[in-house]
């Protein structure tokens, strides 16, 4: 149980255009996803919160406008990269708990790698 | 806060055995293990809540202080799957607000079995 689907895998894209990745949770429902970004050998940072029903919470620094979150089902969380451009080029992972908060683990989507020309 | 770990990578032949740690300025409410191997999503590995809890599962164990600022992932007889990157969360309680949950990761520590 507990499986987070994200998609697609891999987009390629060149610069200037919009880029969106889903993440579904298959077998239960999550109010509230996190995404996450991952340059090369380095750590996971969150992004957002996506709370399903309401705007998505930004951490410091990540551009809302740029970053468009969408949370519109108990089991849908959509992510655009709009206007990409190449530095946006990164690993980007989804991530959601199936029950409680702390005390439950984040299983996480299989993610997407992006690439922008 | 983003914990600290260390060390950064280990080189190991099977069977040695490696430790690594996670650390915060801060008393934490929970800590999160996971590896992540290249490529691939990160995959939980185990969860401590208590201060001086003790937990594992096999041969893979972690412990978490009294003070609940320092946990330690133990790798004992290392076998060539256990190769990857782990990565220490911490936070996700419920502080309130609509961030409640999220985790908060170290920067990784590099684990390379060697045959």
């Known amino acids: 149980g507990a499986v987070v689907s994200q998609h697609p895998s891999r987009v390629i894209c060149k610069s200037g255009t919009s880029v969106k990745i889903e993440c579904r949770s298959l077998d239960f429902q999550a109010t509230t996803m996190f995404w996450y970004r991952q340059f090369p050998k380095q750590s996971l940072m969150l992004m957002a919160t996506?709370?399903?029903?309401?705007?998505?919470?930004?951490e410091q620094g990540v551009e809302k406008d740029k970053f468009l979150i969408n949370h519109a089902s108990l089991t849908l969380s959509t992510l655009t990269v709009t206007s990409a451009h190449p530095e946006d080029s990164s690993f980007y992972i989804c991530s959601a708990r199936d029950r409680g908060w702390g005390d439950s683990p984040l299983h996480f989507g299989n993610g997407t790698r992006l690439t922008v020309t | 806060q983003q914990p600290v770990q260390s060390p950064q990578a280990v080189i190991l032949r099977e069977g040695e055995d490696a430790v690594i740690n996670c650390s915060s300025s801060k008393a934490l409410y929970s800590v999160h293990w996971y590896r992540q191997k290249h490529g691939e999503a990160p995959v939980f590995l185990m969860i401590l809540l208590k201060g001086g809890e003790q937990k594992g599962h096999d041969k893979i164990s972690a412990s978490f202080n009294e003070k609940k600022q320092q946990s330690s992932l133990y790798l004992t007889a290392s076998q060539l799957s256990y190769s990857g990157t782990y990565f220490c969360?911490?936070?996700?309680?419920?502080?309130?607000?609509?961030?409640?949950?999220?985790?908060?990761f170290g920067q990784g520590t590099i684990l390379t079995v060697h045959p």
């Open positions: 969360g911490t936070g996700g309680g419920n502080a309130g607000g609509t961030s409640y949950g999220k985790l908060t």
């Open positions: 996506s709370n399903e029903g309401s705007k998505a919470t930004y």
